[in-house]
């Protein structure tokens, strides 16, 4: 037992306890200076996610995007999950459902662009989308399309039949 100087009993002695703690904090990116009107309303078509990320066709490295969609197929955030290199970015479901789950998204839309320019979609792409399809299902998340951007062109897995 611990004595005090006038040999009482010390008081306990405590220890603070520090763990991390999340939160969601949104930011706002600008995606397009001049965005049609039908942003803000539900996405009905590829060719409505095509024109919004168009820009992506100028990037010289596959950038991986995430659109969150609430339940009325809006965009409620959007998250670069990846930055890679002239034909490769790399994609773990984790780190795509994370902000989804934290965003309470209904539905996602994946946006990837080919710095070739030519949409076809690889393999690996094929294979990664199949496994975040899987992924969504697990957490009720669903994955509504895969739009892959070229140059002036686009190709979407719902439209080809891939999804």
Known sequence: MNLDLFGEPAAPTTKRIFI???EARYRNEVV???APQWVSMRFTQPQQVFEMFRDLRLET???FIVLHLDGKNR???FDRVSIG?????IVHSREVFKTACLSNA???LLVHNHPTGDPTPSQEDIAITRRL?????ILGIKVLDHIIVGDDEFLSFVE???L
């Open 20 to 22: 991390k703690a999340i």
């Open 32 to 34: 397009r200076d001049d």
């Open 160 to 162: 080809r039949g891939l």
């Open 106 to 108: 209904a539905a996602v």
């Open 61 to 63: 490295k596959e950038h």
């Open 85 to 89: 290199s002239l034909n490769q970015a």
């Open 75 to 77: 965009i409620v955030c």
């Open 133 to 137: 399809k899987e992924s969504g299902e």
